[in-house]
Structures are given as C-alpha cells and as structure tokens.
C-alpha cells in the first residue's frame, strides 16, 4: 500500500445542475469548477438514492438502498459489514467522520462507528455556538477550517470523511457574506455559492500543510435537490451528482465518460491506495477498465439501471421502459418493446445484481474474512 491520505467531502445537495464544469459553464461553483479542471471527472456519475441517509451508507461502506426503508433503518441495518473505515483502519489508517450537524443527526454517529471511523466530530465537539447556523448546525466555512486543524494534529496516514450542511434548506449564509454570492433562480443557488466558497477556503488552507501534496481528495454529493432543467427533473437527472478525484500533486487528471455510482466510491479509495487484502462491495473500482461499469437506483417500486446511453426500468419481474436518454433525454419514446441489444444484457445484469443484493442481505453476507495460505 502507497500510504496516501484520503479526504473525502460529501457536499450537501449538490445536484450535477448546479455546478458549471458540467453545463457549459453555467452554475454557482466557481472554485469547484477550477479545481475539477486539475481532477480526474466522472461525467455519468449518479446517486444510489435521493436522502442523505441513503447516500451515507453508498459512499462509505458502498451499501446502496434498494428497497422501501433505507439501509440504516431497514431490518438489514445491523448486518455486519467492513466500511471504508473499517478496511483502512486495519491498514493503520486514523479514520475520522465530520459533521457540523447536531450530534445524532440521522444516526450518523452510529453509522460511521459501524463503518470503522474512530473519531466522530459534530456541532458538540466543534464547541463554538456563535457559528450556528440557526437550523442544522455550524456553518461550512468555520468548520472546514475546524477540519483541517484536526486534520494537523492527525498521525499519518489518515482517512477523513467531511461531510457539508450549509446547502441544506433553509440554505442559511453568514450574515457577513449575505449578497456576496448569486441569488440565481432557485432559493438553493445562493447558499451553493456560499458552500463553494466554503470549499475554497478549505482547499487553500489545506495546501499549505505538510500532508496535503499526498493526500487524495474525492468530492461528490449525497443527493441531488431542486432544479429548474428539465432533464434534471426527470428520471435519470434527478440522480445526476458530481465525482471528482484530485490529488494534492496534481498526478490525476482528465475526464471520464463512464457511467459510475456512489457505491463505487470505496472500491475506488482502495483502488488507489493499493489496498492488498479482499473486501466486500457492491460497487467496482472506477479505475478498473474491465469491471461492468453502471449506476442502480430504486424509487417507489422501479429499479433503474443506467449503463452508457441507456437507461433501463425494471419491475421486479420484468423491463417495463427503455430508452437512449443520451439521445432522448426527456425519455420520450420508450423502446422496450423493440429488439436493441444492450436492453436483454442490461436486464440480465440488473437481475444479478438484485439476486445478489438480496442474498447478501437477507443472509447477512456482507463482509469478506481472509483465510490464510
């Protein structure tokens, strides 16, 4: 193993929409912009599911929500399983979560001790109330800030997870920076510049550390919000979230058109830093070029299936629409009744996977234990 930090920063609501990299530049994110312009970029990547307590589960311990009850509240919550922190802390990661939200918020402290992080630090170990925001809990700037001066007392190597809140409704800004940012045409946009800001901040404080040139950054969000473009309304858009890989020496760069997922995200961490023992996932590493490379999600009954241009609907029995979104965005004209080739392959995936997923579950079969040679 390489022993390179690993930050991960799971934004609030950061729905694909706003940011401008993606939209010819249109959007509220001028830092992240910047900053993505040095990273390697997924352009397809997509949510596990549409709440921060289905998103959580997906990104750091690759567990997606398929069913009615998301994970952490299902029958299935205490399954055993080896989270991102738990892998690397017996590699002798530190492995630490930050939330600036009230202590206990949707179970996040018991989550991430179940997902092997060490340290939890919310609103009550931040210990400072004049940064509340008046709702959900410390203001993004001054608690990035509270991050990274954790993050210096750290022993290397460490694996951090940040997780922001200040683009949550009601999408409160600091009253000494209120009409600094734009106001846009959703009541979200403003508080996005606000947490872009945030981010900002962050990252030039974080450049001048001593750990910072080999530390990987992943950026992505938790879910998508409110949106005003209509693909971004619709049944592959509203899924549609940033995935963003940087290294503090700038070594990773480029664009990717692979359609990726939030689950993929672990497999990923461990890609990268050379993680040499087996594991349990539901995702692949983005950077396997041989994996089968697709994005599932789950919304009242209907699985979707999403792989290159296609986006496939499935009823627990059989597809019930089709379509190229990539050409037919609004998803217009529903081709499942036609014989297109990546349609039987796609169903046939979809049903391996869920064969897989429900087993795993339902037998409590989610973590891998080494055997010795």
Known sequence: MNQQNVVLIILESFSKEYIGFYNN??????FLDSLMRQSLVFENAFANGKKSI????AVLAGIPSLMDNPYLTSIYGSNQFKGI??????????CSFYHGGINGTMGFDAFTKLAGFNHYYGRTEYNNENDFDGNWGIYDEPFYHYFVQQLNKEKTPFCAAFFSLSSHHPYSIPT????????????????????????RKFFSEAAKTNWFSNTLFIITSDHTSISEIPFYQGKVG???????????DKSLQGKSKTTVQQIDVMPSILDQVNYNAPYFAYGNSV???????????????????LQA?????????????????????????????????????????????LQNYNHSLIHNKMSVTATKK
Do not use: C, W
């Not at 530049?25 to 001028?30: E, M, V």
């Not at 289905?54 to 589960?57: L, T």
């Not at 802390?89 to 530190?94: A, G, I, L, T």
């Open 238 to 248: 509203s899924y549609a979230i940033p995935l963003v890989f940087y290294k503090g």
């Open 287 to 305: 950077f396997d070029s041989l994996a089968n490379h697709y994005a599932i999600n789950y919304n009242n009954g209907i699985y979707q299936y």
């Open 54 to 57: 289905e998103g959580i589960p």
């Open 25 to 30: 530049g249109k959007g509220y994110t001028p």
């Open 176 to 199: 000494k920076l209120k009409g600094n940012f734009p106001k846009g045409t959703l009541e979200i946009h403003e508080s996005i510049g606000y947490a872009d800001y945030a981010l």
């Open 85 to 94: 922190g738990t892998l690397l802390s017996e590699k002798n990661y530190n």
């Open 309 to 353: 241009d296609f986006s496939l609907f499935f009823d627990g029995e059989r597809a019930t629409e089709f379509y190229n979104y990539k050409n037919d965005s609004l998803l217009s004209n529903n081709l499942s009744a036609k014989n297109i080739s990546p349609k039987s392959t796609m169903e046939k995936n979809l049903k391996a996977f």
